[in-house]
């Protein structure tokens, strides 16, 4: 009898952890086709290292990198492609990143990574900066928007 009463708690929980998600998927879904722009950036040691930006509006890819003194060392553009901005859109609806917290933080890591997302929709603009620290879902929309970024290479 414990059993089946712990196996329907448990389909229970599963069904309201499901119901959460898909409904947060669909806001987030929504949201992300109000983006205009998608700003990221990945520092260390306080100096910007890497810096990605997609402009949906005027289908542009941008990236640029910097070595340890700030100094540009590489910058590149190239089209996005209505293909590319779906990827991207869905990855970002996929991984919640509309509803991310605005700062990810472990103190436990000395010396390891800090990033930044800067994304505009219609309605306003959005910041998360993350230290040491990522959304659950944050490798899923990263590596759709690298994969973006790799094409201007």
């Not at 949201?31 to 910007?48: D, E, I, Q, R």
Request: hydrophobic share 40%.
């Amino acid at each position: 009898m414990r059993k089946a009463k712990l196996k329907k708690i448990v389909i229970i929980v599963l069904a309201l952890f499901f119901v959460s998600y898909l409904l947060c998927l669909i806001y987030c879904t929504a949201s992300v086709f109000k983006m205009h722009t998608l700003n990221y950036n990945s520092s260390g040691w306080g100096v910007v290292l890497a810096e990605y930006k997609l402009d949906f509006d005027n289908e542009l890819i941008e990236a640029n990198y910097y070595d340890f003194d700030g100094i540009l060392k590489t910058h590149r553009e190239n089209t996005l492609s209505a293909e590319q901005q779906r990827k991207v859109r869905l990855a970002c609806a996929i991984s919640l990143m509309p509803i991310w917290k605005s700062r990810y933080y472990d103190p436990n890591v000395m010396d390891g990574d800090q990033w930044e997302l800067t994304v505009t929709y219609d309605e306003k603009e959005k910041r998360t900066y993350g230290s040491n620290a990522y959304p659950l879902l944050y490798r899923f929309a990263y590596d759709a928007i690298r994969s973006v970024i790799d094409t201007t290479e």
